[in-house]
């Protein structure tokens, strides 16, 4: 049967689990309310605001960051008066975003970075020069 054999003759429906995720006879209700139970879900509609409410998870304000020049990366950033110190660089990209169209092009660099126990996201607006905070992760 060649390399692939053992995945050629896994089972994929254990027993006892139908094959239709939507049975026609039934209501489509129970699926839908088992997956509003998961964690992922519950977790990700918990936006809130910053004053009083729940931790929020996207943001968009503007922080002042301390630059490592030799590492290029944050070393620490400042937000609501509070400083904060990156302890890890956890994950780097760039976004370009309507390049075409000069008044809302978006340049960006994030740094996802591990901080007194949260993850942010911070990011470069290389369109406009300036620092910003655009998320707080769980």
Same mark, same amino acid.
């Given at each position: 049967?060649? *390399?692939?054999?053992? #995945?050629? +003759?896994? =089972?994929?429906?254990? @027993?006892?689990?139908?094959? %239709?995720?939507?049975? &026609?006879?039934?209501?489509?209700?129970?699926?839908?309310?088992?997956?509003?139970?998961?964690?992922?879900?519950? *977790?990700?509609?918990? #936006?809130? +605001?910053? =004053?009083?409410?729940? @931790?929020?998870?996207?943001? %968009?304000?503007?922080? &002042?960051?301390?630059?490592?020049?030799?590492?290029?990366?944050?070393?620490?950033?400042?937000?609501?008066?509070? *400083?904060?110190?990156?302890?890890?660089?956890?994950?780097?990209?760039?976004?370009?975003?309507?390049?075409?169209?000069?008044?809302?092009?978006?340049?960006?660099?994030?740094?996802?970075?591990?901080?007194?126990?949260?993850?942010?996201?911070?990011?470069?607006?290389?369109?406009?020069?300036?620092?910003?905070?655009?998320?707080?992760?769980?």
């Amino acid at each position: 049967m060649g *390399r692939n054999a053992a #995945i050629k +003759r896994y =089972d994929a429906t254990p @027993a006892g689990q139908p094959l %239709e995720l939507f049975d &026609s006879t039934r209501s489509r209700r129970p699926v839908i309310v088992e997956l509003l139970r998961s964690p992922w879900i519950v *977790r990700a509609s918990e #936006i809130g +605001r910053s =004053d009083g409410g729940c @931790a929020t998870k996207r943001v %968009e304000e503007s922080v &002042s960051v301390e630059w490592d020049a030799h590492r290029q990366c944050p070393l620490s950033f400042t937000r609501s008066d509070r *400083r904060y110190i990156v302890d890890a660089v956890i994950q780097v990209w760039a976004t370009e975003r309507r390049w075409w169209d000069p008044r809302r092009h978006v340049s960006r660099r994030f740094f996802r970075v591990l901080s007194q126990g949260g993850v942010y996201d911070l990011a470069f607006d290389r369109a406009r020069g300036g620092w910003l905070l655009t998320g707080i992760q769980d």
